[in-house]
């Protein structure tokens, strides 16, 4: 209807780029189907986050219907972190094979675990599944030099991670942001300056943090943690027509 407007190209789906990583903190059934009529073009994988998968109900026919869009589903790292820690990494997998799950997350933002230990995980599960594999603290205390941002992030794109996910939370407030959702910009620059944007996903829920995103790496950066209820939002970001981009796009 309106492509007489002239508007940054998007990457069509399939990509590789340009992702958007929707965080379902427990969407109902009904909800995924309103959603999805709306958004199904403009989401590239859903996480359920954290541990929501473990008290949402009807939550394998909720996975069946994100893939019967052919949406990608994950759990959440907290999730794994948990299962790591009690030992039941196996039955996790299990869980994740019966689901028909493709992508899984790794992530040691809470349970600390040796890099060595992870980099061996990454190895062996990346045989079998598109690995988006964390970085950073989710404890606001902990400051990583950008030194070990880059090379964590390094090895762990070595080990066969599809992408690497900047930590952020759902707030925006830790990893790779300041306590007051402010993007730490130095690390930014410090860790592109190294590793290629294109296998990174940032996680971003907050709009002055996709804006930010956007303008510094143009329409198809990987934007991760978005709330269901942003993506529109977020896609009129990409392409010029929110006022926080129109300036720098058109």
Same mark, same amino acid.
């Given at each position: &209807?309106?492509?007489?407007?002239?508007?940054?190209?998007?990457?069509?789906?399939?990509?590789?780029?340009?992702?958007?990583?929707?965080?379902?903190?427990?969407?109902?059934?009904?909800?995924?189907?309103?959603?999805?009529?709306?958004?199904?073009?403009?989401?590239?994988?859903?996480?359920?986050?954290?541990?929501?998968?473990?008290?949402?109900?009807?939550?394998?026919?909720?996975?069946?219907?994100?893939?019967?869009?052919?949406?990608?589903?994950?759990?959440?790292?907290?999730?794994?972190?948990?299962?790591?820690?009690?030992?039941?990494?196996?039955?996790?997998?299990?869980?994740?094979?019966?689901?028909? &799950?493709?992508?899984?997350?790794?992530?040691?933002?809470?349970?600390? &675990?040796?890099?060595?230990?992870?980099?061996?995980?990454?190895?062996?599960?990346?045989?079998?599944?598109?690995?988006?594999?964390?970085?950073?603290?989710?404890?606001?205390?902990?400051?990583?030099?950008?030194?070990?941002?880059?090379?964590?992030?390094?090895?762990?794109?070595?080990?066969?991670?599809?992408?690497?996910?900047?930590?952020?939370?759902?707030?925006?407030?830790?990893?790779?942001?300041?306590?007051?959702?402010?993007?730490?910009?130095?690390?930014?620059?410090?860790?592109?300056?190294?590793?290629?944007?294109?296998?990174?996903?940032?996680?971003?829920?907050?709009?002055?943090?996709?804006?930010?995103?956007?303008?510094?790496?143009?329409?198809?950066?990987?934007?991760?943690?978005?709330?269901?209820?942003?993506?529109?939002?977020?896609?009129?970001?990409?392409?010029?027509?929110?006022?926080?981009?129109?300036?720098?796009?058109?």
């Amino acid at each position: &209807m309106f492509d007489f407007l002239t508007l940054p190209t998007r990457i069509t789906k399939p990509r590789e780029s340009g992702l958007t990583h929707v965080l379902d903190k427990g969407y109902s059934l009904d909800q995924v189907r309103q959603f999805l009529e709306v958004t199904r073009d403009n989401v590239d994988i859903v996480k359920l986050g954290w541990g929501t998968a473990v008290v949402t109900p009807n939550v394998k026919e909720k996975i069946e219907l994100y893939q019967s869009y052919d949406i990608p589903v994950c759990f959440g790292g907290t999730l794994f972190e948990a299962c790591l820690r009690q030992n039941k990494l196996e039955e996790y997998l299990r869980t994740v094979r019966e689901c028909g &799950m493709e992508c899984i997350e790794v992530s040691d933002g809470t349970v600390a &675990m040796r890099e060595d230990d992870k980099i061996a995980l990454l190895k062996r599960l990346t045989k079998e599944f598109k690995v988006l594999s964390e970085v950073g603290s989710k404890d606001a205390e902990v400051v990583i030099a950008p030194y070990k941002w880059v090379d964590s992030i390094k090895r762990e794109l070595e080990a066969g991670a599809w992408k690497v996910i900047t930590e952020g939370r759902e707030s925006g407030t830790v990893g790779i942001y300041q306590s007051g959702s402010d993007v730490k910009e130095g690390l930014i620059d410090e860790i592109v300056n190294e590793v290629s944007a294109e296998n990174l996903l940032f996680e971003a829920p907050l709009k002055s943090q996709q804006a930010w995103f956007i303008k510094k790496f143009g329409a198809n950066v990987n934007l991760g943690n978005i709330p269901p209820e942003e993506v529109i939002s977020v896609e009129t970001l990409r392409v010029g027509v929110r006022g926080d981009t129109l300036l720098h796009f058109l």
